[in-house]
């Protein structure tokens, strides 16, 4: 059984950094894509970052230059380093894992959150100014 549990959200103010990780655990994939997306309130649900087993990464336009996605295959943790946070990226944010790349490459990755047959619950990131 495949598990993600999300950790590493909280309050911060404008300008401050946050991690999160995601424990991952009952995957054996080798070949795989990972993902954070994000949902904020009265707002759909958007991709922040996406990588594959490859260490290939993407970034939504809006976190380029502050985000920055990373893997710990060792220990089978996503993380997504987030500094320099704006009141805009306050919204829940959910890992997500995908068996093959598919969901990572294309275009429209940004908008396939369904795509992923495994998810987390989401983790709270609030941003005030």
């Known amino acids: 059984q495949v598990q993600l549990v999300e950790s590493g959200g909280g309050s911060v103010q404008t300008g401050g950094s946050l991690r999160l990780s995601c424990a991952v655990s009952?995957?054996?994939?080798?070949?795989?894509?990972m993902g954070w997306f994000r949902q904020a309130p009265g707002k759909g649900r958007e991709g922040v970052a996406i990588?594959?087993?490859?260490?290939?990464?993407a970034y939504t336009d809006s976190v380029k230059g502050r985000f920055t996605i990373s893997q710990d295959n060792a220990k089978s943790i996503l993380y997504l380093q987030m500094n320099d946070l704006k009141p805009e990226d306050t919204a829940v944010y959910y890992c997500?894992?995908?068996?093959?790349?598919?969901?990572?490459?294309?275009?429209?990755?940004?908008?396939?959150?369904?795509?992923?047959?495994?998810r987390g619950q989401g983790t709270q990131v609030t941003v005030s100014s």
């Open positions: 009952g995957f054996t994939s080798r070949t795989y894509c």
């Open positions: 997500t894992v995908e068996d093959g790349t598919s969901a990572c490459y294309t275009s429209s990755w940004p908008h396939l959150f369904e795509r992923y047959s495994y």
């Open positions: 990588i594959s087993h490859t260490g290939g990464t």
